[in-house]
Nanobody
Framework: EVRLVESGGGLVQPGDSLRLSCAGSGFTFGNYDMSWVRQAPGKGPEWVSGISMAGTTTYYADSVKGRFTISRDNAHNILYLAMNSLHPEDTAVYYC???????????RGQGTQVTVSS
């Protein structure tokens, strides 16, 4: 069974940092491009960041470039998203996804809530 389990979300204040994790199992993690996608209340999904299979190439949405860093540990099947200088508009449920290309979603986790509020 394919599983992607996100963790690390929470309630933080503007300017704070968080690190999200996503643990994969049931598939060959290192054979897939991985991404983070978020969905804010009342809005559609927004692709946030992606990383190639080997972790050598990363991609970011303009809204998070310079603040978020995506990385992966293929030895332990974990995807990370380090988020700095968080803004209230970063509030959303964050999902990790796996696909055959960046932005393609073949598998998705259940999400972790990030709330940025003073």
């Amino acid at each position: 069974e394919v599983r992607l389990v996100e963790s690390g979300g929470g309630l933080v204040q503007p300017g704070d940092s968080l690190r999200l994790s996503c643990a994969g199992s049931g598939f060959t993690f290192g054979n897939y491009d991985m991404s983070w996608v978020r969905q804010a209340p009342g809005k559609g999904p927004e692709w946030v960041s992606g990383i190639s299979m080997a972790g050598t190439t990363t991609y970011y949405a303009d809204s998070v470039k310079g603040r978020f860093t995506i990385s992966r540990d293929n030895a332990h099947n974990i995807l990370y998203l380090a988020m700095n200088s968080l803004h209230p508009e970063d509030t959303a449920v964050y999902y990790c996804t796996a696909g055959n290309s960046i932005r393609q979603t073949l598998y998705r986790g259940q999400g972790t809530q990030v709330t940025v509020s003073s």
